[in-house]
Structure formats: C-alpha cells, structure tokens
Nanobody, 122 residues
Framework: QVQLVESGGGLVQAGGSLRLSCAAS????????MGWYRQAPGKQRELVAGITRSGSTNYADSVKGRFTISRDNAKNTVYLQMSSLKSEDTAVYYCNAEVVGLGLVPIAMDYWGKGTLVTVSS
C-alpha cells in the first residue's frame, strides 16, 4: 500500500504565497513522475505542474512564472511553491505519483492524495 499525504493548503490573500508538500509512504521501490492537479468548484480536475524523477518539469500555462514544482527523491516528497496567487487559483489541490512498488515484479501504479484546499481571497 502507498499513501500520499498533502499539506500546506489554507487561506491566503491575492498576491500572497503558499507552499504545498506531498509525502509518499508505504511499499515504495521508486517513484517516477509526480505532479500536482487542482479542481475548482464546478470544474474538471486539471494538471497544474508535473516533474519527472530526473527533474524535468512542465506547467499549465495559467501558472507559468508563478508556481514552481520540485521534489526530494530521498524523502519521496514533491513540493509546489505558489506565488502571486490569484482568486482563480482557488481549488482543491491533489498530489499524484507513479509509484513502483516493492514486489517480485516491479509494477508502476498511479496514486492520488486526498487533496488540500487552497483559498485565495481577493
């Protein structure tokens, strides 16, 4: 079993900053790609940022230049530094990871955290 636990969400004023963290634990051999998604009320879940094991990153156009994704492979943790926050960034933010488990046959599976709420007040 693998668990992803997000932290760092909360209420912030527009223009402010927040840092989200997501720690993976459990039967983990290695973690391939990790990412952050978000879902605003009445909208579909969307990719915010992704990062490969080697550190290559990609971002949604709406957050480029404002958000930075990073990871610590030794801690199985991914971060999302969010700056210049806007009201439209308000959403539940979910962590995602492709985890290779501990088993006789290494299989990569997708896991999700339960989400952390970010509310940006204008």
């Amino acid at each position: 079993q693998v668990q992803l636990v997000e932290s760092g969400g909360g209420l912030v004023q527009a223009g402010g900053s927040l840092r989200l963290s997501c720690a993976a634990s459990g039967s983990i051999s290695s973690i391939n790609a990790m990412g952050w998604y978000r879902q605003a009320p009445g909208k579909q879940r969307e990719l915010v940022a992704g990062i490969t094991r080697s550190g290559s990153t990609n971002y949604a156009d709406s957050v480029k230049g404002r958000f930075t994704i990073s990871r610590d492979n030794a801690k199985n943790t991914v971060y999302l530094q969010m700056s210049s926050l806007k009201s439209e960034d308000t959403a539940v933010y979910y962590c995602n990871a492709e985890v290779v488990g501990l088993g006789l046959v290494p299989i990569a599976m997708d896991y999700w955290g339960k989400g952390t709420l970010v509310t940006v007040s204008s």
